[in-house]
């Protein structure tokens, strides 16, 4: 009986042994099935990815998960989701600034390093867009000899420059004549010729000749009045990167009083006009007819008048430095070109397809102050009020006979000889 018994516990510690190893077989085949779904051995058995996609059906089994597991499995799939929402997001920003990168070519990156941060607009009425950019860093490196004349020369970082070479010696000596007359003491006369520089230093006249530089030099010896006027805009740029605003003016002027004193400086170019009334000048509306179009018979089109390439003052700022480095770029390939129509062209040209515009501030100078000479001599000098006034400069731009209206304006206006005007046709005979 012993011997039964003894037989009979055996028998239930192995079957007890066996229960256990098929519960415990039960479970980690679960463990597995839930971490390895797709195999022990399958690279993408770790993937938290496929984890996530078939925990729904392991949540949905009884056997193998507890409710608290089930719940930080929902957990943990809302969190990722939350995740998955904010890179989607920050993928479409990301395009989007790059696609607006390339669109722009980064100006409006420029722009903002610039003018710095974003403002709130203000009420109607009250908004005022920037039209005065920053002056470039002065950099003495450029040119140091001229930097030592400006320093004694310039007044509050500006002054008049003019080029001359001997074709002009006899209206240079009117100019700067006048000019002394005046008071005006930031002035320089850049010399193109050697004969230039011994008549500026005779008469007392602060006088700069460049530099060696043949591409220059065989222009100015011998170059009429339109070629010597497209060397400025090579020789103006060293004047901005030291840091100098210059009035640059052609010699065929006679000033009045002083120019520095009617500038607004607001802007980067500010510029006589060859316009002769409030229209010209200042721009309006052309109505276009084409009668063919019927209803649309009548275009409307904007129009101004040029500005004059031989006044005007330009300050030492990126747009402005932009400006003279495109029309010195086109003259020197467009050998037809004439400076003031280039001149022009890339100051009021919009962007358009294929041709980035220059984005420079620009104002028109009152063209009773800063007076060309068809204004002088087919308005001002036929009007009993306009002869009382006084303009800043006279600009003898519209006729070939320079010389002698240069005289006859200085007789009219500072001698007070009524008639001295008289003589000359508001044209030119040829």
Known sequence: MASLGRKEKGQSLRGSRIAIAIVIGV???????FWFPHGFFSSDSAAPNHRIATSNLQIGSPSCESGERIKMLKSDIISLSKKNAELKKQVRELSEQLRLAEQGQDHAQKQVLVLGKQQKAGPPGTVKGLRTNPTVVPDPSV?????????????????????????VKSMLEVWFTNIKRVGIPNYLVIALDDHIVEFCKS??????KRDPDEGIDSVARTGGNHA????KFRIL???LQLGYGVLLSDIDIVYLQNPFDYLYRDSDVESMTDGHNNMTAYGYNDVFDEPAMGWARYAHTMRIWVY?????????TIPSIELLDRVADRLSKQHNSWDQAVFNEELFFPSHPAYDGLHAAKRTMDFYLFMNSKVLFKTVRKDATLKKLKPVIVHVNYHPDKLPRMKAVVEFYVNGKQDALEPFPEGSDW
């Open 27 to 33: 479970l980690l085949g679960c463990v597995f099935a």
């Open 143 to 167: 040119n140091p000899r001229l930097a030592k004349i400006l320093e004694d020369v310039a007044v509050g970082m500006e002054l008049i420059v003019a080029l001359a070479n001997s074709n």
């Open 203 to 208: 008469n007392g006249v602060p006088v700069y």
């Open 228 to 231: 010597v006027s497209a060397l």
């Open 237 to 239: 740029r060293e004047f």
């Open 308 to 316: 004059n390439s031989g006044f005007f003052y330009i300050r030492p």
